[in-house]
């Protein structure tokens, strides 16, 4: 099992992820206004701020700074 990595207060993380069959999903319209509802909603839950939100094809990178006691992988899921 993995050990939860402890997170540092006030510093940014780069988060990247990438479609399975690399499909370029991220460039139908309808997708990324799902992203932007499913960001803005998470982060009203979980309070954590992103910036830089980059789309190439099948990847997305974005940076994210978690709230007070948030884990990372907790705010990923």
Known sequence: MRMNKQ????VWYEVGTEINIR???FR???AVVLLY???LAAKKRSGFGTRRLKLEGAR???YIKPGDGL???KIMR
């Open 7 to 10: 997170l540092k207060q006030n």
């Open 23 to 25: 499909e370029p999903l």
């Open 28 to 30: 139908l319209p309808f």
């Open 37 to 39: 509802r499913i960001l």
């Open 60 to 62: 997305l990178t974005f």
């Open 71 to 73: 884990e990372l992988p």
